[in-house]
């Protein structure tokens, strides 16, 4: 059996792609462990008009489980006694998504006041795989710093920048580049995206 994955959605802009790959994961059979911070809750509620409690949570607000053979397993993300706070919990890896700078900062020099820090200072220390999803835009100085210390540290920084090679049709595509690169990263096999190939070349 696989190890589970974890998300962690936190308050930078685009729940939708959170949300995307959570239904991409559990429809690919992928166990999830999820916690998300008040700031990623709000950011729910404001985007997409999601209305979820962190403390009754449900997974029906966000996917519809149906015919789903993965597992969402929710954390609050006050809760230190779970076991994505421990090292010793074999996980396939974590995706903060979308990954606030403040966030961003918390993770890259190691201030856990909450489980999304927790989990990702494990995944660092585990020289598991964490994968970063900042979408802010300019950067400053102090977040590409961030940025640079996560990517030495052995954490990717996936920024969410969809390319528009693929043949764009609708938003859903956007979406779907950057939760297809995700799934790469995860080694979690999709067809979310048309992919480059040498027929897509024109050779003269």
């Not at 962190?54 to 597992?71: P, Q, Y």
């Not at 528009?164 to 580049?177: E, K, M, P």
């Amino acid at each position: 059996m696989s190890n589970p994955f974890v998300l962690a959605i936190t308050g930078a802009s685009g729940a939708v792609y959170a949300v995307r790959l959570l239904e991409m994961l559990v429809t690919a059979g992928r166990d999830v462990h999820l916690t998300i911070s008040p700031s990623g809750r709000e950011l729910l509620r404001h985007e997409l008009n999601v209305h979820v409690d962190l403390r009754n949570f449900d997974i029906a607000a966000l996917v519809d489980m149906t015919e789903k053979s993965g597992r969402v397993l929710y954390h609050h993300y006050e809760d230190f006694h779970t076991p994505i706070a421990s090292g010793s919990y074999l996980t396939g890896g974590l995706v903060i998504c979308p990954c606030s700078a403040g966030t961003m900062s918390a993770v890259a020099y190691g201030y856990s006041e909450n489980l999304v820090h927790r989990a990702a200072e494990v995944h660092l220390k585990e020289r598991r795989k964490l994968i970063v999803v900042p979408r802010e835009t300019p950067l400053s100085l102090i977040q590409l710093e961030s940025m640079k210390r996560i990517t030495e540290a052995g954490g990717i920084v996936l920024p969410a920048s969809p390319g528009w090679y693929h043949g764009v049709s609708n938003v859903l595509d956007l979406v779907d580049f950057i939760v297809a690169r995700i799934l790469d990263q995860l080694g979690v096999e999709s067809t979310l995206m048309k992919r480059w190939a040498v027929d897509s070349i024109s050779v003269t």
